[in-house]
């Protein structure tokens, strides 16, 4: 196993949503129309670990 497939398999999905309906069918955070994508990039970007 990868250290991308091990990494896959950490995520929690309790506050994840996908719902065709909302973002396109990309995942989001439960409650809220905001893409876990958007979140996963602010962290990056401020040099934080996705973890």
Known sequence: ???????IQQISTEYIA???DFCGGKP???G???????IAKM???MGESLE
């Open 43 to 45: 962290y990056l970007e």
């Open 18 to 20: 996908i719902d065709p």
């Open 32 to 38: 809220t129309i905001m893409p876990v994508a958007t």
């Open 28 to 30: 989001r955070i439960i």
């Open 1 to 7: 196993m990868n250290a991308e497939q091990m990494s």
